[in-house]
């Protein structure tokens, strides 16, 4: 019997996505997946790819859509001068918001 051969400890690689989908909407926007498809994705037409049932959007193009459909902005400009000066709130925080907190991963 043979023993498997042991492999170097290697650090994490940090990948940022490019694209967003119906199935990374959840955890990269904040959208599910029906509100996704209904709403973003007429919005942002020109830029969206599908591959088979899955449909891609950029997701630079997907933010901006979302800010676009922000409410208080008509002129599409931030309605705040100085977003880099205010302090982020925690993930902890916005969770408990709205009557959530969080939990473990899979």
Request: hydrophobic share 40%; glycine share 6%; net charge positive.
């Amino acid at each position: 019997m043979t023993t498997p051969r042991p492999r170097k400890p290697r650090p994490p690689v940090v990948v940022r996505p490019s694209f967003v989908s119906q199935d990374s909407s959840p955890a990269l926007l904040g959208l599910c997946r029906r509100k996704f498809l209904d709403v973003l994705v007429p919005k942002c037409a020109c830029d969206v790819v599908r591959v088979g049932r899955t449909v891609l959007i950029p997701l630079d193009v997907a933010e901006a859509a979302l800010r676009a459909l922000s409410p208080g902005r008509e002129d599409g400009t931030d309605s705040k001068a100085d977003d880099d000066n205010v302090t982020p709130i925690s993930v902890d925080a916005v969770l408990a918001k709205v009557g959530m907190r969080r939990s473990a991963g899979r």
